[in-house]
């Protein structure tokens, strides 16, 4: 099994900052893909930002230029630093991994329990 462990979420006023991380462990051979999604009440979960194993990465349009994703692959751990924070950021912030347990397989999503983001003063 692998476990994603998020840290990190709390409360900020806006135009604070705030950095994320999510640590996987357990039967790991390989991590390709690793992002950031997000889930405000009574809104669909939206992609926030992806980064490859070679560091390559993708924003949604909402945070490009405040939010920075980063990654340590010797450490499986994936980081969002969140800068100049808005009300709208508010959300839960789930953190996704694509991981291959073993060499030849499929690799399959996993998913961080979630932690809270509220932006408010």
């Known amino acids: 099994q692998v476990q994603l462990v998020e840290s990190g979420g709390g409360l900020v006023q806006p135009g604070g900052s705030l950095r994320l991380s999510c640590a996987a462990s357990?039967?790991?051979?390989?991590?390709?893909?690793m992002g950031w999604y997000r889930q405000a009440p009574g809104k669909q979960r939206e992609l926030v930002a992806a980064i490859t194993s070679s560091h390559s990465t993708n924003y949604a349009d909402s945070v490009k230029g405040r939010f920075t994703i980063s990654r340590d692959n010797a450490k499986n751990t994936v980081y969002l630093q969140m800068n100049s924070l808005k009300p709208e950021d508010t959300a839960v912030y789930y953190c996704n991994a694509e991981v291959s347990i073993s060499w030849g397989t499929v690799p399959y999503d996993y998913w961080g329990q979630g932690t809270q983001v509220t932006v408010s003063s």
């Open positions: 357990g039967s790991i051979f390989s991590i390709y893909a």
